[in-house]
């Protein structure tokens, strides 16, 4: 059965190496930050099980999407792990 199975080069490296570049060219230079960009993917991170739903979700703005999330950085003095945060919390 091998010409039925095809294996993708894709795994946590490579989506870690692409989210330390995505990050790195829109705001910090994390690309020595690996754990960072770790515990991000580890912790907001999911894989859908409805990708044109979730798709849709995305597109709202407001409490309607309920997919979004904000992850703060950690300051390394008051805490060493960065935070999750709702947008639409009050």
């Known amino acids: 059965l091998n010409y039925g199975i095809k294996r993708l080069g ?7 190496n692409h989210l330390k570049q995505v990050i790195s060219y829109r705001a910090y230079n994390v690309m ?10 580890e912790r907001l991170c999911y894989v859908s099980l409805d990708f044109d739903a979730d798709l849709a979700l995305t597109r709202f703005r407001g ?3 309920t997919i979004r999330r904000e992850f ?6 008051n805490s060493m792990r960065g935070t999750i945060r709702d947008p639409n919390a009050p």
């Open 10 to 16: 894709l795994g946590g490296k490579l989506l870690t």
């Open 63 to 65: 409490k309607k999407n």
């Open 72 to 77: 703060v950085m950690p300051d390394y003095v």
């Open 32 to 41: 020595e930050e690996t754990h960072l960009i770790n515990d991000v993917k």
